[in-house]
């Protein structure tokens, strides 16, 4: 596919799931994967899926939607981004990191989730996790326990504004024109390998998708062995700053 002209997260989505449903668009290597193997590997359609699945979430639970500002204090992790993209289908605002004045927490720190908002979720990291596997503070979602339960297709229930706030500092109206010009220099269905943080989603994964391509995500390129950039055929890096 060439670079996308889509203009929304769930439009960008619907043009990955058209192009090949089948096609890996995310693959995760957790932090310790020499010692541990933890690779986890997203289709497109199993990627909207999950999307469609947390965006149904946050609009039945939360009402999310244009103007709600929801906290995702979690690490780069393959459910971070798509709790992204779910935030970014209802029309919310995604912060990156914990933020006081957010109308929804979403984290994997139990102690984060004692002390926030009235509207919190509870995600688990751990690889097939079914619940979130520790005692949660009283009024917490637990996601793992629950989100399968939501519907398999999502439509939101409002349209942004173009200033909306989208993800951190950037608005819907600028968010996808941001990431094509990140990734303006890579080649189309580029397969990227990056550990950018939850903050570079815009430069890194997003930036990716709109040109067709497939993001290798992980926590510490460090830590990473040499041989899986071969072994996933890599043609673009972006470390992080």
């Known amino acids: 596919m060439p670079p996308t002209t889509a203009r929304s997260v769930p439009a960008l989505l619907q043009t990955l799931l058209a192009d090949d449903p089948t096609a890996p668009r995310l693959t995760f290597y957790g932090e310790r994967y020499a ?3 933890e690779r986890v590997e997203l289709s497109a359609r199993v990627l909207v899926n999950w999307v469609a699945k947390t965006a149904n979430l946050l609009e039945e ?6 103007g709600t500002r929801v906290a995702l204090d979690l690490p780069a992790h393959w459910r971070t981004l798509v709790w992204q993209l779910a935030v970014l289908s209802t029309g919310a605002h995604a912060l990156t990191g914990a933020s006081a004045d957010a109308d ?68 819907h109206g600028s968010l996808l024109g941001e990431a094509a010009a990140a990734g303006a ?3 189309v269905r580029v ?20 040109r067709g391509g497939s993001v290798v995500l992980t926590p510490d390129l460090g830590t990473l062995p040499g041989t899986v950039a071969e072994q996933e055929r890599v043609d673009a890096r972006l470390p992080r700053t």
């Open 35 to 37: 010692e541990t193997g």
């Open 185 to 187: 220099a890579w080649p």
């Open 61 to 66: 639970e939360f009402d999310a939607g244009p």
């Open 104 to 171: 929804v927490l979403v984290s994997a720190d139990t102690a984060a989730l004692a002390d926030g908002p009235a509207d919190r979720v509870a995600v688990s990291l751990a690889p097939l996790a079914t619940s979130f596997g520790a005692a949660l503070p009283a009024g917490v979602l637990d996601y793992a326990r629950v989100v399968t339960g939501y519907g398999d297709v999502h439509a939101p229930l409002a349209q942004p504004a173009p200033d909306d706030g989208a993800l951190d500092d950037l608005a």
């Open 191 to 210: 397969r990227l390998l990056t550990d950018v943080g939850p903050a570079g989603t815009v430069r890194g994964p997003l930036a990716a998708w709109c």
